[in-house]
């Protein structure tokens, strides 16, 4: 064996063991009611994610490189996708995925400052955001009590001769009505995205979301179904998109070459661009005015071992789900419980729990009590984003139209919270928050 391989060797052994020593009894300790904390969400990860990522870190390449090339074709397949391209994070996805759609190259299809975004206001903000930051005007549709997702029957009413496409969540894990919505986009000539961001693992009439729009996207933060720390994707199978996106992702340049990569294209120094001289070097010719979005081969390589263990979070993920369902389902005076739409079979990211109406408590007592009994909540992110700074004051001039008075959403901004299914939650961690859950709403009988 080399004296480098060795060497590396004896590391990865050496990380083995601390995995054991410092990480993996967090993982083991055991559950005590009133005193260990229920987060909603977590890391789960073994000695493979800091074996990977040391061994990025001894190549010391840092930037794009093995760990990522190789992370973007497992993840393509896995989804079951053309082109998968991995960026920074979900939030850059989106914007990634967005601008891609405002490219020249797409002719009268383009999306242009003033066209309009059909959306939701109930959600994370990073879903809207890039349509605000280019100048396009977001319609706001309102949202179903219990799939927390896009109301498609409003779709019809919200369309202008200006709209150029759908962009929306699956929230929560909770696939949105992927029929209804490809059928009107397709009806159109609307682009769809889907913020896959909260949703991978989940299928909907068998195949992975993410994968039915024009572009899918995912957020690798710890917290989501599977993490690199920072970290997301965007995904394609449309090759004008792909080549739009790869340039902007990576500054907006017209080369396509690997990272370390020269004149790939055979043609580096013979060819003519816009009203450069010929000959210009490709590599410092640009075709779009882009971003750089790139991860880290360190993020890829957490992200590699990560996506081996992906299908196991997905089924424990349901699992996690069914059983807050069958401890909370005889509680429906009180709330109203999650539903998965027809054809869905959702990889949860939360547990959702809203409050009907007329209840002698309110959402914020119940989160308080549960918090106060170390049992971690969040709200569904902005709740109404209309209703958020960004919107309601310190951006009060920016454009955007709402259809009807989202009522629903005002709800779940009110009345709704959600807790954890993730993959680290014991059993005996369920049984206690649907415990707490039951004796809180008997103090109410
Ligand atoms: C639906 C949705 N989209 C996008 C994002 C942004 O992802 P990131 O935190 O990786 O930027 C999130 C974050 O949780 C999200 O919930």
Redesign the pocket.
Known sequence: MERKEQIKKEIFEKVKEYYAEVHQPAFCAPFIEDTSRINYAGRVFDEKEMINLVDSSLDFWLTYGTYSKEFETRFAQYLGVRWAFLVN??????LLAFFTLTSPLLKERQIKRGDEVITVAA??P??VSPIIQYGAIPVFVDVELETFNIDTAQLDKALSPLTKAVMV?H?LGNPVNLDVIKDFCDEHNLWFIE?N??SLGSKYDGTFTGVWGDIG?S???P??HMTMG???AVYTNNPLLKKIMLSMRDWGRDCYCESGMDNTCNARFSQQFGTLPWGYDHKYVYSHFGFNLKVSDMQAAVGLAQLEKLPGFTEKRKENFAALYSGLRDLDHYFILPKAGPKSEPSW?GFMITLKNGLKFTRNDLVEYLESHHIQTRNL?AGNILRQPAFDTIGKDLHYRVIGGLPNTDKIMNDSFWIGVYPGMRPEALQYVVKKIREFVKKYE
């Open positions: 994070s979900g939030s850059s996805a989106n959600g994370f990073t879903t969540a929230t913020d961001c909260d996207t957020s690798f933060y917290p989501h920072e970290g997301g990211f992110f």
